[in-house]
Every structure is written in structure tokens, then in C-alpha cells.
């Protein structure tokens, strides 16, 4: 089984930054794939940023785009977004999720193909 436990949420400024991780059990044996998602009330889970964990490949949807960066330490089972100039558009819960495929491009996004869910975290931007 694949845990996975989002951390890093909270209140910051517009412009300030703030940075999540997700926690992943033995996701080095298991996954290919490790992507955020946001979601707003009423609305769907909306891709952010993916990461795949043999090659370190990244995507970024246009809107988080020389904001934002993903990362990921393999021994530590533990994939980073760092949130720089932060909006209050960023305003939403963050969830970790993971895949046992390789989502490259025009698949990374799409909320059916990920096998784990973490619980999500809250990030609020505002004065």
C-alpha cells in the first residue's frame, strides 16, 4: 500500500511564498509519477505540477509557470513545490498524487489517471 501525507500549508501575503511536501511510502519502488493538484470550492481537482521520478522530468500548467518548482528527494520519499509570488488566485487546498505510469505531457493532468490521493492541505494567500 501507497501512503501518501501532504505538509507545508498555510496563511501567507501576496507575494510571499510558501513551500509543501508530500510524503510518499516507498513511492521509489512503486511510482513513476507524483503530481499537485489544487481545487476550489465547488470545482474539480485542477492540475498544478508533476514530476517523474526516474528522469526528473517536470510540468507546469501555464498558470503556476516561473513560479512555482517542483522537486524531489528519492531517499526521502519526498516530492517539494516551492510556491514563490504567491496570488490570491493560488488560494486553495493542495493534494499530493501519485501514479504507478509515466504521465508525460498531455497525461499528466488529467485527475483519472493517478492511483493515491493524499488528504490535502490548505494554502491561503491574502493581506
Known amino acids: 500500500q501507497v501512503q501518501l501525507v501532504e505538509s507545508g500549508g498555510g496563511l501567507v501575503q501576496p507575494g510571499g511564498s510558501l513551500r509543501l511536501s508530500c510524503a510518499a511510502s516507498r513511492f521509489t519502488l512503486d511510482i513513476y509519477t507524483i503530481a499537485w493538484f489544487r481545487q476550489y470550492p465547488g470545482k474539480d481537482r485542477e492540475g498544478v505540477s508533476c514530476?517523474?521520478?526516474?528522469?526528473?522530468?517536470?510540468y507546469y500548467d501555464d498558470s503556476v509557470k516561473g513560479r512555482f518548482t517542483i522537486s524531489r528527494d528519492n531517499a526521502k520519499n519526498t516530492v517539494y513545490l516551492q510556491m514563490n509570488s504567491l496570488k490570491p488566485e493560488d488560494t486553495a487546498v493542495y493534494y499530493c498524487?501519485?501514479?504507478?505510469?509515466?504521465?508525460?505531457?498531455?497525461?499528466?493532468?488529467?485527475?483519472?489517471?493517478?492511483?493515491?490521493w493524499g488528504q490535502g492541505t490548505q494554502v491561503t494567500v491574502s493581506s
Open positions: 498524487a501519485a501514479a504507478d505510469a509515466l504521465l508525460y505531457e498531455s497525461r499528466w493532468y488529467r485527475l483519472w489517471e493517478y492511483d493515491y
Open positions: 514530476i517523474i521520478s526516474s528522469d526528473g522530468s517536470t
